[in-house]
């Protein structure tokens, strides 16, 4: 048995027993503490004496004992710091007791796997008998449960130092004596994990091993305990090399002497071990170990099987990606990993399931997390490494290089497969991509090291695409116009939504594409690549942009600089800045982010998250060229702080916010329209009325009044909401 601890724990000198090893009938625990059974015989005479009269009880049937020693048994009292690591191992070692068996089935598999190697290294070596198995067998009457096996057995010093000393492993010492041999031979053996031996004194009260070595002129011996602290050795009469162990069941553990039972735990853990198990005359385990075979040799059926057997027939008949991988440097692992065709349930849920750990074919872990990144979690399949160091128990893994080696191995190999599966077969990638791609992309954000190899895998709409289309960052760096340096993109809620943002009006009048970023973790993905393919990704709608497209620029003397400060008059504090814009063509204003500032996609997610998150404040440009910006100009030279050119600011500012889908102030922007509206249709239907109207009033002083504005009688007619009218050249808004 081994353990964790690298430390020796020590025995007392042993001393003898002067009488046979035999334990008497139903005394299960007198054997390891030395008491002397006439005391029990004591203690049954005085129940008796207690009866209330009555006929005389005869004696309780004796349990047959299946194991029988010769000679005089040695008693070895372990110390107390030992005894305490046993309390550990039988009280609180496991979460469940169903794995005492799994530990028995992996020591006799170890035992089987040492025999091949001392059988063809140790000359004189006892040959095995039959083919090696290992074989379990329950006896209900006598609440016995046998496990036995014809591996290399021990000799006595064996048997002491490695089931009396926790922190001993008998297969450590064995392979550091066999660790050329191994080497060439490529056994490997699970007995280095731990102590699990100790877990069946989680059900049983009393254990039992007969032992013969292989070794040249071995003789059998006899191992016995309670699990109280000691253990006592005697001579035995085993014949054949092997072992087997015999557990006295407690009273509330009959349940391990059910065959259906035993054999659901073996199929649970032990399906995959390469020896046959048979439990009550059948054998239990009959599982092909897909991973251990090259994976030339694996057909689809058998991985279509195996992919349904390890997702209970959820995920799909088949694997849409199989990932088959033999490693031994820097350390030892096979994986056989599947990326299902569609999502699992749990995908977006705290406790989901994860690959399967296994330690030379035997289940160690059902879900371990710890063997692929969170941001892989779509993954199905099987690890099975030799080289892993456990804790005490096999379920409590510990945080060790070896892990982390066989992870970052894993994720390569996986990447590279997921890149291979992009180019040879662009409709199965869709897939993988609709079902895992938001996953896929939080590797960008977590992890650096592979953050390139993931943005190529990474896919997206854009601006000159097709709804639904998608396309890599290499595609769209390849297909770049020379003149263009930098990748560009644009975030928010979805295709329809972006589509329509002013901030693209340059680029589709440039002929440049953008990619349209639309799932939410596009916002934290652009955040954690700031390049690809060395070409900086830019958003369109941060920072002042200038692609240099063709527009005809106002001249200097024309330019509308009265309306950027009317604009910043009406606006106040609600803007961090108004400025001219060089990113719009056809649109009048547009609200953009400063460099290294959350955009409004950004905040819009923050805000949906936390209610109280801030908001910044951002730009809003103005395009030059447009008629309504000219005129606020227009009228900022006579009325710069009216409430009319206010009002015009005020919804160049909300016409920003609708482009996004954002309405602050609803109401208010309502009244604004309505005020816009009336003042409109005021001036259409006072430049639209009869010519005959307006005369009687003409008679003024002499022609050289020229200055004389349109008569002043209709001015009534203008409502009460703030100037009396448009001008005409504010009739295009």
């Known amino acids: 048995m081994s353990d964790a601890s690298d430390t020796e724990d020590k025995v007392t000198t042993p001393k003898t027993i002067d009488a046979e090893f035999e334990i008497p009938p139903g005394e299960a625990s007198s054997a390891d503490s030395g008491a002397d059974s006439d005391d029990n015989d004591d203690d049954a005479d005085a129940s008796d004496d207690d009866d209330d009269g009555g006929d005389e009880k005869s004696p309780a049937a004796p349990r047959p004992d299946p194991i029988t020693s010769v000679g005089p048994a040695t008693e070895h009292v372990f110390q107390a710091e030992v005894q305490k690591v046993l309390a550990l191992v039988i009280d609180s ?12 089935v992996s020591n006799a598999s170890d035992a089987l796997d040492k025999a091949r190697l001392f059988g063809a290294t140790n000359e004189g070596a006892t040959p095995q008998e039959g083919e090696p198995k290992i074989t379990i067998t329950a006896d209900d009457g006598a609440r016995t449960l046998t496990i036995e ?31 050329d041999a191994l080497k060439e031979g490529g056994q490997s053996l699970i007995g280095q994990f731990g102590v699990g031996f100790y877990a069946a004194f989680m059900v049983a009260d009393r254990v039992d091993v007969a032992t013969l070595s292989m070794a040249q002129g071995a003789e059998a011996v006899v191992w016995r305990s309670a699990g109280s602290g000691s253990f006592s050795v005697a001579k035995g009469e085993r014949k054949m090399p092997g072992t087997t162990i015999v557990l006295h069941l407690k009273d509330d553990q009959k349940d391990f002497l059910r065959g259906w039972r035993l054999k659901e735990i073996i199929k649970r853990y032990s399906d995959f071990v390469p020896f046959p198990i048979e439990v009550d005359g059948a054998q239990a385990n009959t599982a092909k170990a897909l991973w251990t075979i090259p994976k030339s040799q694996v057909t689809p059926e058998q991985h279509a099987e195996f992919f349904k057997h390890l997702t209970q027939n959820q995920l799909g008949d088949a694997p849409l990606l199989t990932v088959q991988i033999s490693v031994d440097a820097p350390v030892q692992y096979q994986a056989l990993l599947y990326v299902p065709p569609k999502a699992p349930f749990d995908m977006f849920k705290q406790e989901r399931e994860s690959l399967r750990l296994y330690a030379k074919r035997v289940l160690i872990v059902e879900s371990c997390d710890k063997l692929t990144p969170v941001w892989m979690r779509f993954l199905r399949g099987v690890v099975d490494s030799e080289d892993l160091s456990l804790n005490v128990s096999r379920e409590m893994l510990q945080e060790n290089a ?43 954000t977590l992890d650096w090291k592979n953050k390139d190899a993931i943005l190529d895998l990474c896919r997206f709409e854009s601006m000159q695409s097709k709804g639904g289309d998608l396309k890599s960052l290499r595609a769209y760096v390849t297909a770049m116009p020379e003149e263009q340096k930098e990748i560009y993109y644009v975030t928010g809620i979805g295709r329809r939504a972006v589509e329509a943002s002013p901030h693209l009006e340059a680029f589709k009048k440039k002929g440049w594409d953008v990619l349209f970023l639309t799932d939410p973790i596009d916002e934290w993905v652009v955040q954690a690549a700031s390049e690809f393919d060395k070409k900086k990704l830019v958003s369109v709608a941060h920072g002042s942009l200038d692609i240099g497209t063709d527009q005809e620029a106002p001249k200097p003397e024309n330019e509308p600089t009265l309306a950027l400060q009317a604009i910043k008059n009406a606006l106040g504090d609600k803007v961090k800045d108004v400025r001219f814009s060089k990113r719009l063509v056809d649109s009048a204003s547009v609200l953009v982010a400063d460099e290294g500032q959350a955009g ?23 395009n030059p060229r447009h008629p309504v910006v000219m005129n606020i100009a227009i009228l900022a030279k006579t009325e710069l702080h009216s409430d009319r050119v206010k009002a015009y600011g005020e919804l160049l500012y909300d016409q920003a916010l609708l482009a996004e889908g954002v309405v602050e102030n609803p109401a208010a922007l309502v009244a604004r329209i309505q005020d816009l509206l009336v003042q409109a249709t005021h001036a259409a239907t006072t430049s639209s009325a009869p010519t005959a109207a307006p005369q009687p009033a003409a008679p003024q002083p002499a022609a050289p009044e020229p ?14 909401s703030a100037e009396p009218a448009a001008p005409p050249s504010a009739e295009p808004a």
């Open 402 to 444: 070896t892990l982390q080696k066989i992870e970052q191995q894993l994720v390569k190999q996986v990447l590279k497969a997921l890149g291979d599966l992009a180019k040879e077969d662009a409709d199965k990638y869709a897939i993988f991509w609709k079902e895992f791609g938001r996953v896929l992309k939080e590797g960008v």
């Open 600 to 622: 409004a996609n950004m905040e819009r997610i923050m805000k949906m998250m936390d209610d109280r998150a801030q908001q910044a404040k951002r730009i809003l440009e103005v």
């Open 149 to 179: 096996d014809n591996g290399v057995g021990m000799t006595q010093e064996e048997v002491v130092q490695n089931l009396g000393t926790v922190a001993r492993s008998g297969t450590r010492e064995f392979f550091s004596k066999h660790k």
């Open 93 to 104: 070692l496991y979460a469940n007791k169903e794995v005492f068996l799994r530990e028995l």
């Open 707 to 720: 200055a004389a504005p349109q008569p002043a009688a209709p001015e009534p007619a203008a409502p009460p």
